[in-house]
């Protein structure tokens, strides 16, 4: 039913258009002009003027050929570092980079698997509702593009965000809350050779509170991490000011703020065994999203995962997506796996296999809603 050749071709195209976070402009240019062209009505937003990136997302809408539901479908466009002038590589029916960036099918695989499922369906004459996509910016780093997207341009009510990491037919039913952490101490300058005894170190202060926290895999449902540390200064001169950015995530809201605070008081006590002070902020980056596992969008996909004879399966998720943000938003969305491999790193890679499955399977979904 799909064109595999095409479906390649495709995505061997997309993943050369560079496409970083907040530089998605040619990539959606590229992509509004082929979603014209299948015939559907494309709306740019005006999110990047919200979030400083030089493109909006993208909203596009097929009428339907039947009275069946409207759904959406959605991916991100951007790209995380290095993304600048991918060249792509097959070996053994395998998708790489060259090894100097990474190869950016997260997430082009599943918009390449999007745009091929509604030209078969076009070029075959499937019946099929209304199908309405949203291609979205600055998904890396904080989910920003659908946290502005216009959602009164969007009908659907039910979502597929093709954007994980698992074999298509992975059904992503659960994802974490996250919240960011950044904190600053301030300290007392001294001369660290001559009187550091009359100084407080705010990296003494940071490094303590970072010793006793509970970091990295907290339990099974909680994670958090320090990213950054920033301190600039001579050594001779006892540091002031330093600050570092952390984050935390956890499938239970409960636990979320139990790992928040437990980091914050981490960061009270350092303070106040040096002498020193700290400002904490903790922000919501997004809500945690479940599905039930017996929800019509699961069994949906399980029904079209039996049609392609594709083993079905659930999974929880320890990483926030779009997903997130269009179940907080209405849309009753799950995230499905498309076969991602060793993503934002170097080694990323993509089984064509995998590439061509994620296009059947939307197809079959489309056809269930028919």
């Known amino acids: 039913m799909i064109n595999e050749k095409r479906l390649l071709e495709r995505f061997l195209r997309y993943v050369q258009i560079d496409s970083p976070t907040k530089e998605e402009l040619d990539f ?88 091929e499922a509604i030209q078969s369906v076009r070029e075959n004459n499937i019946p099929h509702g209304d199908i309405e996509v949203a291609f979205t910016i600055f998904e890396e780093g904080g989910l920003f593009g659908s946290k502005n997207i216009d959602y009164s341009k969007i009908r659907s009510k039910k979502g597929f965000v093709l954007d994980s990491g698992g074999d298509p037919g992975t059904i992503i039913v659960q994802g974490p ?107 919501n980056a997004y809500g945690a999203f479940k599905i039930s596992e017996d929800h019509p969008l699961v069994n949906v996909v399980r029904k079209a995962c039996e049609e392609l004879s594709i083993p079905a399966n659930t999974a929880k998720s320890g990483g926030g997506s779009d997903t997130n943000i269009f179940n907080a938003n209405g849309i009753d969305a799950i995230n499905l796996g498309i076969g991602e491999r060793k993503p934002h790193t170097l080694e990323e890679h993509l089984h064509i296999k995998d590439l061509e499955n994620s296009a059947r399977l939307a197809i079959e979904i489309i056809k269930q809603f028919a």
């Open 177 to 283: 809350a996250q919240n960011k952490i950044d904190v600053r101490f301030i300290g007392k300058e001294a001369h660290a050779g001559v009187a550091p005894e009359t100084g407080i170190s705010a990296i003494q202060m940071a490094g303590e509170a970072i010793s006793n926290m509970r970091l990295l895999r907290v339990d099974d449902e909680t994670t958090a991490n320090i990213g950054s540390i920033n301190a600039e200064g001579p050594t001779n001169i006892v540091p002031k000011v330093v600050e570092f950015f952390a984050e935390a995530r956890s499938l239970s809201d409960e636990k979320l703020r139990e790992q928040s605070d437990h980091m914050a008081k981490c960061c009270q006590e350092a303070a106040e065994k040096f002498g020193g002070s700290v400002e904490v902020n903790i922000e």
């Open 28 to 115: 959606a240019v590229a992509l509004k002009s082929e979603l014209e062209e299948l015939g559907m009505k494309v709306h740019m937003d005006d999110a990047g003027e919200k979030v400083g990136s030089n493109s909006g997302n993208l909203i596009g809408y097929l009428k339907g050929t039947t009275q069946g539901e409207s759904i959406l479908f959605s991916a991100h466009m951007d790209t995380v570092a290095p993304g600048r002038g991918v060249k792509p590589q097959i070996r053994d029916g395998v998708i790489y980079s060259d090894g100097t960036t990474i190869l950016g099918g997260d997430d082009k695989a599943g918009i390449a698997a999007v745009v």
